[in-house]
C-alpha cells in the first residue's frame, strides 16, 4: 500500500500495532490453554494416584496355614471355613454368620474374608502410576531390599469391589458403598425438599406474584442465598435440623432412635441442609424454564377460560419440565459434590454399615474422599483419588443425563 | 326449548366465583416461595443469637476479637486476625490467578475464538466448574504443594501452605470468572465493535479499549463474585492451607481460613453451648454478611449494566 | 486536491467484476464501477440487494462476517485491497466509514475523537485536532460546553455527526456512508446532507441509500443496484451513470421505474 502521507502528526505505527495485536493473542490463547492444562493436570493426578505397585506384607503368614501340603490358596471351602471358626473368635464368626449364612456364601468370599480378617495384609509402600510404568526395576530393587517379605503387586484401587465393599480402616480392603449409599440416602431427602419446593416457588414468582416490593425481595432474595458459602448453609443445618429439630431428626418422636446415633446428625439433617444449599439454584433454573414457555400458549388456554393453576398444571409445567428437569439434575450434582456443610452438620468419620433410615448416621462419598485425603499416608491419597474417580464418574453421568435432556428438548420453541 | 327459555331467563352470573382449589394451591406456592425468605431469616437469627451468646462468654471480649493477632481457643485467645489474614491471603493468591486469566480466556472466546473453537472449550470450562471443590483440594495437596515444593525448595515451602491452596482456588474461580465476563463481553453491541473496526483499530484495540471497557461492570461483577467465592471457599483450604490459625503474610507456610477453622472445628466432637461452638456461629455470621454484601454490590452493578444495554 | 471540472477525472476505488459472497450465497454479482475523488457517489436501490454489502467490501468491513469471501477486484489508488499482503487495518485507516445506526463509543464526545486519533499514533495537539473535527463535523458549537460528557447522551443527529467527526478525524481519502440519516429526523438528516456538501471538498464520499430524494440531491454520481435475473437472488449494478442522467434520462428501465417510485 503506498504509503499515505504524514499528515499534521499521524505516524504510521501500524506495524508496531500489529505486533502488539499478535503477542495479544497469543497471551490470551495462552492463558486458555492454561485453563485446559489445568483439568488435564487435575485428571492426570487422580489417575496417576488410582493405579500403581503396592508392596504388602502379611501380618500373619499365610504359609502357618498350609494343611497337609495344601497351600492357603487351593483348600476348598470346608477347610477355609475350619480356619476362619478356629482363628476367629466366637463371637466375630457369629456375626459374619448372621450377616450372610456361610453356606451361602462362595468359597471366594470365605477366603476373601480370611485375608482381611487373619492374614491382614498390610500396605508397606505405595507407587504412582507413573513410576510404577516407567521405573518397574527400581520399584523391584528397592522392594528387595528394604521389604523382603514383603509382595508386590500391579493394582487398581479403583475395582468393582472397591465400590462394592463397605468402609474399613485397612487400605486393601477399603471401600465406599457405605458413602455411596450415604450419598443417595442424603440426595434423596435433598430432592424431596428441593424439587417441589424450588418449583412451587419459581411458579408462584413467574406466574401469580405481581411485581411489589414483596415479590421483589423474594426474587433478590434467593439471589443472593445463591451466593451464600455453603459452610453457612452448613452451621444453618447444624443448628436448625440437628440441634433445634432433633427430636425430628433423630427420628425420636416416631420412636425410631437408631441406637448407634447420639443425636440429630442423620442422613436427614444432611438431605435437607443441602436441600436448603440448592433451594435457590432450583428455583433460579425453574425459573428460567418457566418463562421459556412461549407467552402464546398461556393466552390459548386462558382464552379457552382456564383458570390460572390450571393453565400452569396442564400447559405451562409440561413444557417447562424438560428445562426445570435439567436444572435440578445440575443443582443436584452440586449437592452431591459438597463437603463443607456435611462436615459441620457432623458426617460420621468411621462408619462401616449402611445407612438404613433416615436416622442413620451418614457419610458420603465427599466427605470419604475428604477423610482419606487428609490422611498422611499414601494409601489412603489412592484411595482418594479412586473414590474421585467414583464421584466423578456419577456426576459426569448425572450431566450426561441433563445435556442428553437438553438437547432432546431444546428445538420445540 | 324449555331449557333454551330457562337460560335467557335466569341472568348469567359473571360475578367472581371462589375458587377455593386454586385458592390454597396458590397459598401454598406462595408459601414455597417465601421459605427463600425463611432461609435468610433463619440464617441471621440462628447465627446472630449464637454470635451474640459467644461475645458474652466471660472469655471472649469484642475489642480484643477486632484488634488481637492470636485466635488460641485453648487459652481463651480470641483474636480474628490469624483468619482473616490467611482468608485474605488464599483469596488474593487465587484473584490474581483467576482475574488476570479469567478475563484473557473471555476475551479470547468472544473477540478471538471462532464458534467451532468457542463450542469446544465452553464445555471444558463447564467440566472444570462442575468438579466438585474436595477434588480441587486433593489436587492442591498432591500436585500444587509438590510442585511449590519442588520449585522453591523444600526448605521454604512447608506442607501445607495458603499458597498451593489459593493457587488452585484461583483455577476453581476461573470458568466462574470467565463465563461472567464473556456473557457481558457478548453482551456488548455488535455495532460498537463495527465502529471501531471502521475507523481501523486493530482487533487488540477494538477488543481492549471498545469493547473492554463497555463491559466493565460485567467485568467489576464478575470480579466481586469471584472474591465472594474465593473467601466462602472450604474444602480447598481447609485440606491444603494448614490447621491451625497463624498471623502471617508468607504464602509459604501453613495459616487456617475462616472457613478451613470451621471446618476443622466442627469436624470433632462439638458440645452445644462449647465456646468452640458458639465462635463458628460467630465467623460463620461474619462471612455470610461479607459474602452478602459483595453479592448485593455485585447485583445492583449487573441490573445497572443491563439498563444501559437493554 | 483537485477541485471540480477537472478534464482527466481521478478515481479512487475502482471495481472489477466484483462479486461478494456470504459463504456459498453470492449476494452481489458483476459490479464494475469508478469512485471519482471528490464527488459524492450514491448507491441506491431496493432493500436487500446488496448496497450495504457493496458498500463495506470498500473497506474490507464484510471480513467481520464469518465467511464472507469476494471474487473480482477492488483498487484503491490503484492497489488491490484484497491482495494477501493488504491490511484491513490499513484499509480502513484510509477508507472511514459511517454506520446506518449511529454507534459513538459509550466515552466521553472528546474521547471518540482522541480515541480514534490516538490508536493511529496522532502525537500533534489534541485538543485541536478535537475542535477541528468537530468543526468539520458542524457540531463543534453544540458540544463545545460539554465534551467530556458521554457520546451517548447527544441526541440522534448529533451522535451520527460525531461519528461523522470521528471518522474525518483521522483524514481518511474516503468516508464511506451506509444510509446515515436513515434513523435520523428530517431536520438532522439536513445537516448531514448539508454537512456531506461541505466534506466533499476535502473527501471522497460514497453514500448508500434508498432516499431518491437524498440521492438526487446530494450526490454527483448514482449507482443503481438490483436483484438480477428471475430467481436468482444476487444484486448487481444495472446502471452507474452520473446522477442527474440517472434521474432524467436513464437508460435503463427498472430504473426509471425505481427513482420515479413505480415499485422499491
Ligand atoms: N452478515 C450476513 N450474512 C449473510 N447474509 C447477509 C449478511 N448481510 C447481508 N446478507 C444478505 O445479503 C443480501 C444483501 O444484503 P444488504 O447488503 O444488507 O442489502 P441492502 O443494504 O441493499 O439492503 C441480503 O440477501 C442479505 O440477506
Ligand atoms: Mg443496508
Not at chain 1, 487351593?74 to 473368635?89: D, F, I, P, R, V
Not at chain 1, 487398581?156 to 458403598?177: H, I, K, N
Not at chain 2, 501452605?161 to 466462574?176: C, D, K, R
Given at each position: 500500500?503506498?504509503?499515505?502521507?504524514?499528515?499534521?502528526?499521524?505516524?504510521?505505527?501500524?506495524?508496531?500495532?500489529?505486533?502488539?495485536?499478535?503477542?495479544?493473542?497469543?497471551?490470551?490463547?495462552?492463558?486458555?490453554?492454561?485453563?485446559?492444562?489445568?483439568?488435564?493436570?487435575?485428571?492426570?493426578?487422580?489417575?496417576?494416584?488410582?493405579?500403581?505397585?503396592?508392596?504388602?506384607?502379611?501380618?500373619?503368614?499365610?504359609?502357618?496355614?498350609?494343611?497337609?501340603?495344601?497351600?492357603?490358596?487351593?483348600?476348598?471351602?470346608?477347610?477355609?471355613?475350619?480356619?476362619?471358626?478356629?482363628?476367629?473368635?466366637?463371637?466375630?464368626?457369629?456375626?459374619?454368620?448372621?450377616?450372610?449364612?456361610?453356606?451361602?456364601?462362595?468359597?471366594?468370599?470365605?477366603?476373601?474374608?480370611?485375608?482381611?480378617?487373619?492374614?491382614?495384609?498390610?500396605?508397606?509402600?505405595?507407587w504412582d502410576l507413573w513410576p510404577s510404568l516407567t521405573q518397574v526395576d527400581e520399584i523391584r530393587a528397592t522392594v528387595a531390599q528394604?521389604?523382603?517379605?514383603?509382595?508386590?503387586?500391579?493394582?487398581?484401587?479403583?475395582?468393582?469391589?472397591?465400590?462394592?465393599?463397605?468402609?474399613?480402616?485397612?487400605?486393601?480392603?477399603?471401600?465406599?458403598?457405605?458413602?455411596?449409599?450415604?450419598?443417595?440416602?442424603?440426595?434423596?431427602?435433598?430432592?424431596?425438599?428441593a424439587f417441589p419446593v424450588g418449583v412451587g416457588a419459581a411458579i408462584y414468582l413467574e406466574e401469580y406474584a405481581s411485581d411489589n416490593w414483596f415479590n421483589r425481595i423474594i426474587q433478590t432474595n434467593i439471589n443472593n442465598l445463591a451466593g451464600v458459602p455453603s459452610i453457612v448453609y452448613g452451621i444453618l443445618g447444624l443448628a436448625i435440623f440437628v440441634r433445634t429439630l432433633e427430636p425430628l431428626t433423630s427420628g425420636e418422636i416416631f420412636g425410631l432412635v437408631d441406637p448407634t446415633t447420639a443425636n440429630g446428625r442423620t442422613v436427614l439433617s444432611a438431605g435437607l441442609t443441602l436441600g436448603l444449599l440448592v433451594l435457590p439454584i432450583i428455583i433460579i433454573n425453574a425459573q428460567e424454564a418457566i418463562r421459556a414457555v412461549p407467552r402464546s400458549l398461556r393466552n390459548a388456554s386462558f382464552g379457552v377460560g382456564a383458570t390460572k393453576w390450571q393453565t400452569v398444571w396442564s400447559h405451562v409445567l409440561p413444557n417447562a419440565m424438560p428445562g426445570i428437569l435439567t436444572g435440578t439434575i445440575l443443582a443436584v450434582s452440586r449437592a452431591i459434590g459438597e463437603t463443607a456443610p456435611l462436615v459441620v452438620v457432623g458426617a460420621s468419620t468411621a462408619i462401616s454399615f449402611d445407612p438404613e433410615s433416615p436416622f442413620s448416621k451418614f457419610t458420603t462419598l465427599p466427605i470419604q474422599i475428604y477423610q482419606w485425603t487428609a490422611r498422611p499416608q499414601a494409601e489412603f491419597q489412592s484411595l482418594a483419588a479412586a473414590s474421585i474417580l467414583v464421584l466423578l464418574v456419577l456426576l459426569l453421568s448425572l450431566n450426561a443425563s441433563a445435556v442428553l435432556l437438553r438437547n432432546r428438548f431444546s428445538r420445540r420453541f | 326449548m324449555a331449557e333454551l327459555t330457562d337460560k335467557k331467563t335466569s341472568t348469567i352470573s359473571l360475578r367472581r366465583k371462589p375458587r377455593w382449589g386454586e385458592s390454597i394451591i396458590q397459598g401454598l406456592l406462595f408459601l414455597s416461595g417465601f421459605l427463600s425468605i425463611f432461609?435468610?431469616?433463619?440464617?441471621?437469627?440462628?447465627?446472630?443469637?449464637?454470635?451474640?451468646?459467644?461475645?458474652?462468654?466471660?472469655?471472649?471480649?469484642?475489642?480484643?476479637?477486632?484488634?488481637?493477632?492470636?485466635?488460641?481457643?485453648?487459652?481463651?485467645?480470641?483474636?480474628?486476625?490469624?483468619?482473616?489474614?490467611?482468608?485474605?491471603?488464599?483469596?488474593?493468591?487465587?484473584?490474581?490467578?483467576?482475574?488476570?486469566?479469567?478475563?484473557?480466556?473471555?476475551?479470547?472466546?468472544?473477540?478471538?475464538?471462532?464458534?467451532?473453537?468457542?463450542?469446544?472449550?465452553?464445555?471444558?470450562?463447564?467440566?472444570?466448574?462442575?468438579?466438585?471443590?474436595?477434588?480441587?483440594?486433593?489436587?492442591?495437596?498432591?500436585?500444587?504443594?509438590?510442585?511449590?515444593?519442588?520449585?522453591?525448595?523444600?526448605?521454604?515451602?512447608?506442607?501445607?501452605?495458603?499458597?498451593?491452596?489459593?493457587?488452585?482456588?484461583?483455577?476453581?474461580?476461573?470458568?466462574?470468572?470467565?463465563?461472567?465476563?464473556?456473557?457481558?463481553?457478548?453482551?456488548?453491541?455488535?455495532?460498537?465493535?463495527?465502529?471501531?473496526?471502521?475507523?481501523?483499530?486493530?482487533?487488540?484495540?477494538?477488543?481492549?479499549?471498545?469493547?473492554?471497557?463497555?463491559?466493565?461492570?460485567?467485568?467489576?461483577?464478575?470480579?466481586?463474585?469471584?472474591?465472594?467465592?474465593?473467601?466462602?471457599?472450604?474444602?480447598?483450604?481447609?485440606?491444603?492451607?494448614?490447621?491451625?490459625?497463624?498471623?502471617?503474610?508468607?504464602?509459604?507456610?501453613?495459616?487456617?481460613?475462616?472457613?478451613?477453622?470451621?471446618?476443622?472445628?466442627?469436624?470433632?466432637?462439638?458440645?452445644?453451648?462449647?465456646?468452640?461452638?458458639?465462635?463458628?456461629?460467630?465467623?460463620?455470621?461474619?462471612?455470610?454478611?461479607?459474602?452478602?454484601?459483595?453479592?448485593?454490590?455485585?447485583?445492583?452493578?449487573?441490573?445497572?449494566?443491563?439498563?444501559?444495554?437493554? | 486536491m483537485t477541485t471540480n471540472n477537472n478534464p482527466e477525472p481521478t478515481y479512487v476505488i475502482e471495481t472489477q467484476d466484483l462479486e461478494i459472497y456470504y459463504g456459498t450465497f453470492k449476494a452481489v454479482t458483476?459490479?464494475?464501477?469508478?469512485?471519482?475523488?471528490?464527488?459524492?457517489?450514491?448507491?441506491?436501490?431496493?432493500?436487500?440487494?446488496?448496497?450495504?454489502?457493496?458498500?463495506?467490501?470498500?473497506?474490507?468491513?464484510?471480513?467481520?462476517?464469518?465467511?464472507?469471501?469476494?471474487?473480482?477486484?477492488?483498487?484503491?489508488?490503484?492497489?488491490?485491497?484484497?491482495?494477501?499482503?493488504?491490511?484491513?487495518?490499513?484499509?480502513?485507516?484510509?477508507?472511514?466509514?459511517?454506520?446506518?445506526?449511529?454507534?459513538?463509543?459509550?466515552?466521553?464526545?472528546?474521547?471518540?475523537?482522541?480515541?480514534?486519533?490516538?490508536?493511529?499514533?496522532?502525537?500533534?495537539?489534541?485538543?485541536?485536532?478535537?475542535?477541528?473535527?468537530?468543526?468539520?463535523?458542524?457540531?463543534?458549537?453544540?458540544?463545545?460546553?460539554?465534551?467530556?460528557?458521554?457520546?451517548?447522551?447527544?441526541?440522534?443527529?448529533?451522535?451520527?455527526?460525531?461519528?461523522?467527526?470521528?471518522?474525518?478525524?483521522i483524514k481518511p481519502e474516503v468516508i464511506l456512508m451506509d444510509e446515515p440519516a436513515s434513523a435520523l429526523d428530517p431536520i438532522a438528516t439536513l445537516k448531514i446532507e448539508e454537512l456531506m456538501q461541505e466534506l466533499k471538498k476535502n473527501y471522497t464520499i460514497v453514500i448508500v441509500t434508498h432516499n431518491m430524494q437524498q440521492a438526487a440531491r446530494a450526490s454527483d454520481y448514482t449507482a443503481m443496484m438490483m436483484l438480477s435475473g428471475e430467481g436468482e437472488r444476487s444484486g448487481t449494478m444495472i446502471e452507474f451513470n452520473e446522477t442527474k442522467t440517472i434521474f432524467t434520462r436513464p437508460a435503463d428501465k427498472r430504473t426509471e421505474d425505481y427513482v420515479t417510485g413505480r415499485f422499491g
Open positions: 500500500m503506498k504509503e499515505k502521507e504524514v499528515i499534521q502528526g499521524f505516524s504510521n505505527n501500524l506495524n508496531a500495532r500489529n505486533r502488539k495485536g499478535v503477542i495479544w493473542h497469543i497471551i490470551f490463547q495462552a492463558s486458555t490453554l492454561v485453563g485446559i492444562v489445568a483439568l488435564i493436570a487435575l485428571m492426570l493426578n487422580i489417575v496417576n494416584s488410582a493405579f500403581g505397585y503396592v508392596a504388602y506384607e502379611a501380618r500373619v503368614d499365610p504359609d502357618t496355614f498350609t494343611v497337609d501340603g495344601v497351600p492357603l490358596e487351593e483348600q476348598n471351602k470346608e477347610q477355609l471355613l475350619t480356619l476362619l471358626q478356629s482363628e476367629l473368635s466366637r463371637g466375630a464368626y457369629n456375626k459374619l454368620n448372621n450377616e450372610e449364612p456361610f453356606e451361602e456364601r462362595s468359597r471366594e468370599n470365605v477366603f476373601q474374608l480370611i485375608v482381611e480378617r487373619i492374614i491382614r495384609p498390610k500396605v508397606v509402600a505405595v528394604d521389604f523382603p517379605t514383603a509382595e508386590l503387586d500391579f493394582v487398581s484401587w479403583l475395582t468393582y469391589d472397591f465400590v462394592t465393599r463397605p468402609q474399613t480402616s485397612e487400605a486393601l480392603t477399603a471401600g465406599v458403598r457405605t458413602a455411596i449409599l450415604g450419598s443417595l440416602w442424603t440426595i434423596f431427602f435433598t430432592i424431596l425438599l | 432461609i435468610t431469616i433463619g440464617i441471621v437469627y440462628e447465627l446472630g443469637k449464637e454470635a451474640l451468646l459467644f461475645f458474652q462468654m466471660p472469655e471472649v471480649d469484642l475489642l480484643s476479637t477486632i484488634t488481637s493477632t492470636e485466635w488460641k481457643p485453648h487459652v481463651n485467645k480470641f483474636g480474628i486476625w490469624p483468619l482473616l489474614t490467611s482468608t485474605l491471603l488464599t483469596s488474593t493468591i487465587a484473584m490474581s490467578i483467576a482475574i488476570p486469566l479469567g478475563m484473557s480466556v473471555a476475551i479470547y472466546l468472544s473477540e478471538y475464538a471462532s464458534p467451532k473453537v468457542r463450542n469446544t472449550l465452553k464445555p471444558v470450562l463447564e467440566v472444570l466448574a462442575g468438579i466438585p471443590t474436595i477434588v480441587y483440594g486433593y489436587f492442591a495437596l498432591t500436585f500444587m504443594t509438590p510442585l511449590l515444593r519442588q520449585i522453591f525448595g523444600n526448605d521454604t515451602v512447608q506442607i501445607y501452605n495458603t499458597a498451593s491452596a489459593g493457587l488452585v482456588m484461583g483455577i476453581l474461580i476461573l470458568p466462574l470468572i470467565t463465563s461472567m465476563t464473556e456473557d457481558s463481553l457478548s453482551a456488548v453491541p455488535r455495532s460498537l465493535r463495527e465502529a471501531a473496526y471502521g475507523m481501523g483499530a486493530t482487533k487488540l484495540e477494538v477488543a481492549v479499549q471498545i469493547v473492554v471497557p463497555a463491559a466493565l461492570s460485567g467485568i467489576a461483577a464478575a470480579i466481586i463474585v469471584g472474591i465472594s467465592r474465593a473467601i466462602g471457599e472450604t474444602m480447598i483450604v481447609a485440606v491444603a492451607a494448614g490447621a491451625g490459625p497463624n498471623f502471617t503474610l508468607n504464602p509459604f507456610i501453613g495459616a487456617e481460613t475462616i472457613t478451613g477453622h470451621i471446618v476443622r472445628i466442627s469436624g470433632g466432637d462439638l458440645s452445644y453451648d462449647s465456646i468452640d461452638y458458639n465462635s463458628i456461629f460467630a465467623l460463620g455470621l461474619f462471612l455470610f454478611l461479607v459474602t452478602l454484601t459483595l453479592n448485593i454490590i455485585s447485583q445492583a452493578i449487573v441490573r445497572r449494566f443491563r439498563e444501559v444495554y437493554e | 458483476d459490479v464494475n464501477m469508478k469512485v471519482e475523488q471528490n464527488k459524492i457517489t450514491a448507491i441506491i436501490g431496493p432493500s436487500g440487494c446488496g448496497k450495504s454489502t457493496l458498500l463495506r467490501a470498500f473497506n474490507r468491513m464484510n471480513e467481520l462476517y464469518a465467511g464472507t469471501s469476494i471474487k473480482g477486484k477492488i483498487t484503491f489508488n490503484g492497489q488491490d485491497i484484497y491482495a494477501k499482503e493488504v491490511d484491513p487495518v490499513e484499509v480502513r485507516y484510509r477508507i472511514g466509514m459511517v454506520f446506518q445506526k449511529p454507534n459513538p463509543f459509550p466515552k466521553s464526545i472528546y474521547e471518540n475523537i482522541a480515541w480514534t486519533a490516538r490508536i493511529h499514533g496522532y502525537k500533534g495537539n489534541m485538543d485541536e485536532l478535537v475542535e477541528n473535527s468537530l468543526q468539520q463535523a458542524a457540531l463543534w458549537d453544540e458540544v463545545k460546553d460539554k465534551l467530556h460528557q458521554s457520546g451517548l447522551s447527544l441526541s440522534g443527529g448529533q451522535q451520527q455527526r460525531l461519528c461523522i467527526a470521528r471518522a474525518i478525524s
